[in-house]
């Protein structure tokens, strides 16, 4: 039987990639130091995930499975080194921990099997492949990276799939139990794999990839952000609950069509296909089911406003593009304000210019800047999405005609 590693047996691991290989006909060995899941998946071999939507769930079993403690290095070398296919999803802070380990069974890989192994990054990190690739390779001889460009493929992955924070009623008396959403399809880069593509359930092998990196990253990560940040203004709990809320809803559609145009505009495509994408993603935002949590999508600010990343990012494509970024920016403002009072600090103009100065890396000069502070200025006056809307649509109007 094919043997495939997931490293990382959280919600998406078990949840989105280790269940694919598991139906694509691999026997799945879990790499994590979380030691309760790590013996539960080799106690019972198999484990439980519940597909959610509006009308209800479907149940399904995934196994084979086993794992192994990721703080057993010598294991997971050995596991590595037999393995025909690996995937990450640890998240991005974590990635640089599991590097080690990486290192020691590629080596071991070199001296006992020569056939290529496909590495798919499934990490939430803009060139998740040069930054994997690079910190691999500081630990490799000479030799060694001469075999790793030759053997090794680093293929990147968009993961659309929504896999909320597991509560006890969704695990529904089984630990090991994920709840997710039915969006199944796995986009990897097709240009990155070494030697044949394997075949996987619902794996999309696309180029040029950055074009569907950025798809996902500045429209459904945007907008769910944004829905997160405005959700969480309103005095909201939930996603489905902020996307009900017909000025979020207004807002965040806006920003995520902002996006549509200006990617369509970068990359020649024809925008329908982008505006459908975009109009699923606000479809699937208003699944109840999930109870996925505005605290939890908004989470980590401060890499969310990073100057890549699906905020400043998608913002500074659009004025590539000449696409005013106006709704964005009532994203990126509401992203400051939680920043702000997460670090304890004062809500003020003169701060909000110095987190999009050490965060963003925006210049006093960066024309997004007189977009972003009088709408973060609303936002921390506590003024009313309606008018902040307004104030944006405004801005929009007057853009367009200094544009024309």
């Not at 598991?22 to 994590?32: E, M, P, R």
């Not at 950025?214 to 907008?223: E, V, W």
């Not at 902002?258 to 296909?273: G, I, M, P, R």
């Not at 109870?291 to 890549?308: A, F, I």
């Amino acid at each position: 039987m094919k043997k495939a590693i997931m490293y990382g047996g959280g919600n998406i691991g078990r949840g989105f990639i280790g269940a694919l290989f598991s139906q694509s006909g691999y026997a799945v060995t879990f790499i994590d130091v979380a030691e309760p899941v790590v013996n539960a998946l080799n106690k019972d071999h198999h484990y439980p995930v519940r597909v959610l939507s509006g009308e209800g769930y479907t149940d399904m079993v995934v196994g084979p499975v086993d794992a192994i403690n990721g703080n057993n290095t010598d294991a997971v070398a050995q596991a590595i080194a037999e393995v025909d296919i690996l995937a990450t999803a640890v998240g991005v802070n974590v990635l640089k921990y599991i590097v080690p380990n990486l290192v020691a069974g590629i080596r071991r890989r070199f001296s006992t099997n020569d056939s290529p192994l496909n590495i798919i990054i499934c990490e939430n990190l803009m060139d998740a492949n040069k930054v994997l690739e690079k910190m691999i390779k500081e630990q490799l001889t000479r030799e060694e990276q001469i075999l790793f460009d030759e053997r090794i493929g680093l293929v990147e992955a968009s993961i659309g799939r929504m896999v909320p924070i597991q509560t006890p009623e969704m695990q529904d008396g089984d630990p090991l139990r994920v709840c997710v959403e039915s969006y199944g399809f796995l986009p990897v880069d097709k240009a990155a794999f070494k030697g044949k593509i394997p075949d996987i359930k619902n794996m999309m092998p696309r180029e040029p990839f950055s074009y569907y990196l950025k798809r996902k990253l500045y429209i459904h990560n945007l907008g769910h952000a944004i829905c997160a940040y405005l959700g969480g203004f309103a005095g909201l709990d939930y996603i489905y609950e902020a996307i009900d809320d017909a000025e979020v809803l207004l807002i965040v559609q806006n920003a995520m069509l902002e996006s549509v145009l200006a990617l369509s505009k970068s990359y020649q495509t024809d925008s329908e296909s982008l505006i459908k994408h975009m109009q699923d993603l606000l479809h699937r935002f208003t699944n109840t089911a999930l109870k996925d949590t505005c605290q939890r999508v908004g989470g980590d600010p401060k890499r969310k406003l990073s100057p890549e990343d699906r905020l400043i990012g998608a913002a500074k494509l659009c004025l590539t593009e000449e696409v005013p970024p106006v709704f964005v920016s009532v994203g990126i403002a509401a992203a400051v304000v939680r920043y702000i009072k997460e670090n304890n600090l004062e809500q003020t103009a003169h701060q909000a210019k110095a987190v999009l100065s050490e965060v963003s890396e925006l210049t006093a000069d960066n024309p997004l800047l007189p977009f972003v502070l009088p709408l973060y200025e609303m936002l921390a006056d506590g003024r009313s999405m309606t008018e902040i809307r307004r104030c944006a649509e405004k801005m929009r109007a007057d853009t367009l005609v200094g544009i024309s």
